[in-house]
């Protein structure tokens, strides 16, 4: 997995209406601490995992569909442990985004 970090003040809706929007196969990951300073989002045909957290971003590129999907449960189990709660991942009604996850085997984290 590269992982490629970098400080980029701003707000997580600069990412969410841009580089990391559905049109770009980006779906949010819904989790408790989201807010404007934090949020998530993945790319399951880049297998890309994306974080922004009050400026900090941090890019994961997989190098295959199973690190993904391992970086994926990897994600939603810290987020369960840390009390802040993984609530699934939003695939913003892209049916096409959807049917990726699916076929990742990574239904089950749909909502």
Known sequence: MKTTRE??????Y?????????KNGFAQVDTGQDAEY???WANPFKLIIFNYCEGDTTLQ????KEEFVTAMLELKKWQD???HGFKGIDCMCKD???KE???LGLGDLLH
């Open 7 to 12: 400080f980029l003040p701003s707000d997580r």
């Open 14 to 22: 600069r990412y969410d209406w841009g580089l990391c929007s559905s």
């Open 38 to 40: 934090y949020g998530t």
């Open 61 to 64: 590129q997989a190098e295959t």
């Open 81 to 83: 442990e840390s009390g």
């Open 96 to 98: 096409n985004i959807e």
């Open 101 to 103: 996850f699916i076929g």
